[in-house]
């Protein structure tokens, strides 16, 4: 692992025979953080000090931005042994972020074995498992034996990305069965394959999208995922190390969306400009949103200047429904992203969270009323009891939504993260003061 000391090291380093040496001997990993955090004009150089398998392994590892940065700055034929030596899945990421010129040049310099695998991928949707997949794997044919099996992988197999599980098929490539190297490694080598493999196989059509691709993984603990086209016909495979990325981009876009962030992609060292288009256009249409909850207060003006403890007890009343409704929102959507619920759980679980909201809403209810009467004049201590019954409806009003909205969502097959903390926060504060100040209107007539 490469720590800040060693990095730092590395950094003072002045000598370049010694940096090297260093760089060379450090994990791929390692060096693709070191060479990113490097200032733009010093990373080709640092880059150009790897011997040829390092800096194969490393620029795999370096992100799309500076993959795209190198290209441009190193020689042709460096570029083309590089994106050559990719695995097809990474290859295909990099090309969805470079100009299409570029790309261009890049193809045609491709081997055609590798060109036609990068096209198969790119030919199929974003945020699919074609387009996650590789097309690297194992592949055996039906009739062989364990041994004849074992000297295929030997022979022809070396580069590919996943070797612990061999997919075997017929003739035109339909996926029939399923065998990992554990039994080929501990079977006798005249038996065979057919006899060992398992027909029923986990596989994931092309079109699946790649959050089910994952799920799917996750609840089988699988390291690899055959996929299959149409016809059934083996195309590719989703590996481990992508699950992991989908899963973390997935969880990424979730939380950046509850917080109104547009795209849910930003990163935490984005320049300002992009940190400016993602979340500005949410925060001005919020503005617009919250018209809304203000234009509810506006008829009661008179309302709140014969009563100024409103003023005091409005934004309590609105901050905490808005919070309970995020924690519930928050819980569900993060439920359905890991698919531990349902949208066919949304009763059971609306229950669990009515139940607690009756006991939330209690002790809130109870603090609100508590402190509106160390708050309101003598004259005024109802507004106590109105108050305190606003913030019981109020908190599970905003438990149901938080519940409920997202569920909706995914049964109409959207985004439930779509549904954002600000946007519910500004329904209910709308929902919220409306009845709260109808009630103290109609209490005063009664009172006052």
Request: aromatic content about 6%; proline content about 5%; charged content about 20%.
């Amino acid at each position: 692992m490469l720590t800040q000391e060693v990095f730092n090291s590395l950094l003072d380093t002045a000598d370049l025979n010694q940096l090297k040496l260093e760089l060379n001997r450090l994990p791929a990993v390692d060096v693709g953080d070191y060479i990113a955090e490097l200032p733009p004009e010093k990373r080709a150089i640092a880059f150009r000090l790897l011997n040829k398998g390092q800096a194969i392994d490393v620029f795999e590892y370096l992100p799309n931005e500076v993959q795209e940065e190198l290209i441009h700055a190193l020689h042709d034929s460096q570029v083309f042994h590089l994106v050559e030596a990719m695995s097809p899945d990474d290859r295909a990421q990099l090309f969805d972020e470079l100009p299409a010129g570029v790309v261009k040049r890049l193809v045609q310099q491709l081997s055609p074995t590798e060109r036609q695998a990068t096209a198969t991928i790119l030919g199929y949707p974003e945020y699919t498992a074609g387009r996650v997949m590789t097309t690297e794997y194992v592949r055996l044919r039906q009739g062989l034996t364990v041994g004849e099996a074992l000297s295929k992988i030997r022979l022809s197999d070396r580069d590919k990305e996943v070797i612990y599980y061999a997919y075997v098929t017929d003739d035109n490539r339909k996926l029939v069965s399923v065998v990992s190297l554990r039994q080929l490694l501990f079977t006798i080598p005249d038996t065979y394959i057919g006899d060992i493999a398992s027909d029923r196989v986990l596989k994931a059509r092309t079109e699946m999208p790649q959050e089910e691709v994952a799920q799917l993984m996750k609840r089988y603990d699988l390291i690899a995922l055959p996929v299959v086209d149409r016809e059934d016909r083996l195309v590719g495979i989703v590996t481990i190390d992508d699950v992991i990325d989908i899963l973390e981009e997935e969880a990424t876009e979730d939380i950046q969306k509850l917080a109104g962030v547009s795209g849910g992609d930003e990163e935490a060292l984005s320049h300002p400009r992009v940190t400016i288009t993602k979340r500005l256009p949410w925060l001005i249409a919020n503005i617009g949103l919250y018209v809304g909850a203000a234009s509810a207060i506006a008829p009661f003006q008179k309302t709140i200047a014969l009563v100024p403890v409103l003023a005091v007890i409005m934004p309590i009343l609105s901050n905490t429904s808005g919070n309970v409704a995020i924690q519930a929102l928050s819980v569900t959507v993060r439920g359905l992203g890991v698919g531990e619920v349902t949208p066919k759980d949304t009763l059971q679980i609306l229950r669990k969270e009515i139940l607690a909201g009756l006991g939330t809403a209690l002790a809130l209810s109870l603090s609100l009323g508590i402190l509106s009467l160390i708050w309101s004049p003598a004259n005024e201590r109802w507004v106590a009891l109105v108050a305190a019954a606003v913030m019981a409806i109020n908190v599970l009003v905003a438990a149901s939504l938080g519940t409920l909205l997202p569920m909706a969502l995914k049964r109409l097959r959207l985004d439930p993260a779509l549904i954002s903390g600000p946007l519910l926060t500004t329904i209910l504060d709308a929902v919220g003061f409306l009845t709260f100040l109808s009630l103290i209107s109609m209490a005063l007539r009664v009172f006052g």
